[in-house]
């Protein structure tokens, strides 16, 4: 659930439900820091609209499960992931300290009071940061790391070249979301100069909302991401599947 929204009554792109989901990985127990993108559409213009939930997961003997888990999201016009994590990273864990709303509203008027600055840092809480806001070109996502993709996949990578090149449908599965999600923004490079894929790119899919994946037919294209090896199952969803547990890429013979 959202229990803090700022500013106060801002439109959301996705249902609550659907964006609590996109926030909170599966998996995300297993890990003390996670974070998840998203690629979705300004509600009110349907201007693209960036997403990135930093994901926190504090052991705490005395809560329910023995841990508490926060997720803090940011929405941007422009995908400065790469940027925004470090001050999500501060921003929550000084909020998990001390729960104030004042921490949410002094980031998101930091970070819209950077279009009329021409620093080069800004400092949160004592900390200073550097400011990294370069050009955004089609399909290209400051951050993301496409040698990451190659060592996971070696020479399967080829196969997600090809996969890429006849536009067909691309899973990545496996865990951490992170690295899903790095794998899947920086898929494009593979073939750049070709563009065209942001549209269909989906850096984290959950189980509970698939239907970027399981809606789709033989003949349409999309990379997603997902963290929930149930979708590996789904073979008729996918095309071409790039799994983490193996290393590998299989893609379904024509």
């Known amino acids: 659930q959202v229990s803090v929204l700022e500013p106060e009554g801002a439109s959301l792109p996705v249902g609550v439900d659907e964006l609590s989901a996109l926030s909170i990985p599966e998996g995300g127990h297993l890990f003390e820091e996670d974070w998840t993108y998203m690629l979705l559409q300004d509600p009110g213009s349907a201007e693209p609209l960036y997403g990135l939930s930093y994901f926190l997961n504090k052991k705490d003997a005395s809560a329910k499960r023995g841990a508490v888990m926060r997720a803090l999201l940011l929405l941007s016009r422009r995908p400065y992931f790469h940027f925004f994590l470090p001050l999500q990273r501060e921003t929550l864990k000084r909020y998990m300290e001390s729960p104030k709303a004042e921490l949410l509203k002094t980031l998101v008027s930091t970070l819209n009071g950077l279009a ?34 190659i060592q996971r996949f070696g020479e399967d990578t080829m196969l997600l070249w090809w996969s890429l090149l006849l536009q067909l449908r691309v899973l990545f599965s496996g865990q951490p979301a992170s ?6 923004l920086s898929a494009p490079l593979l073939v750049s100069p070709m563009v065209g894929f942001s549209s269909t790119m989906r850096p984290y899919v959950p189980l509970s909302h698939p239907a970027a994946i399981e809606q789709s037919a033989s003949g349409d294209a999309y990379i997603c991401g997902v963290t929930n090896s149930i979708f590996e199952m789904k073979a008729s969803s996918y095309d071409s599947i790039a799994s983490f547990a193996s290393g590998s890429v299989h893609t379904r013979p024509e």
Request: charged share 15%.
């Open 179 to 184: 690295a899903v999600g790095n794998c899947v």
């Open 116 to 149: 009329k600055s021409k620093a080069l840092t800004l400092t949160l809480w004592g900390t200073a940061f550097e400011i990294s806001t370069p050009p955004i070109h089609t399909d290209r996502f400051p951050g993301a790391a496409l040698l990451e993709l």
